[in-house]
């Protein structure tokens, strides 16, 4: 990812933080729809899981210019995650409601080059995750 693309997500994040309860409801509505065979992973307050991901957003993201010091957070992130069940393919649906969250939450502000630079920042993530999942070293950010 470049410093760039970091920035773009920095700034749009901070946009998002003032909607963050109405933001992961949208999140977990969405992933629900479009995944509905994931939601049985989910035993615990819902409201709660939204707090958690919120936080760990806002902690990914503001780390985002200094991504090899939280890679093996992210790791072992992947490897709980792992153990709840998730699989591969979830990743990309995760992804695919981020980025329509994202939208709805940015309106005009979510940008072609937003969206890329949150495509690309998600993905490196999710790659480190099921990397850790699978016992192999974590990616490098490009």
């Known amino acids: 990812m470049t410093p760039e693309q970091v920035s773009l997500v920095q700034n749009s994040f901070e946009k998002v933080r003032p909607i963050a309860v109405t933001a992961a409801q949208l999140f977990y509505d969405r992933l629900f729809e479009i995944a509905?065979?994931?939601?049985?992973?989910?035993?615990?307050?819902?409201?709660?899981q939204g707090r958690k991901l919120m936080t760990m957003l806002a902690t990914a993201v503001a780390s985002l210019d200094k991504i090899d010091q939280i890679l093996p957070a992210v790791q072992e992130l992947g490897r709980r995650h792992g153990t709840y069940g998730v699989r591969d393919e979830h990743y990309g649906l995760v992804g695919e409601a981020l980025l329509w969250t994202l939208e709805r939450g940015l309106g005009n502000d979510f940008t072609p080059d937003v969206k890329d630079a949150w495509a690309v920042v998600y993905g490196t993530l999710a790659q480190t995750m099921q990397d850790?999942?699978?016992g192999q070293a974590a990616r490098a950010a490009q």
Do not use: N, S
């Open 132 to 134: 850790a999942v699978h």
């Open 36 to 48: 509905p065979e994931v939601q049985p992973l989910f035993t615990g307050d819902i409201k709660e």
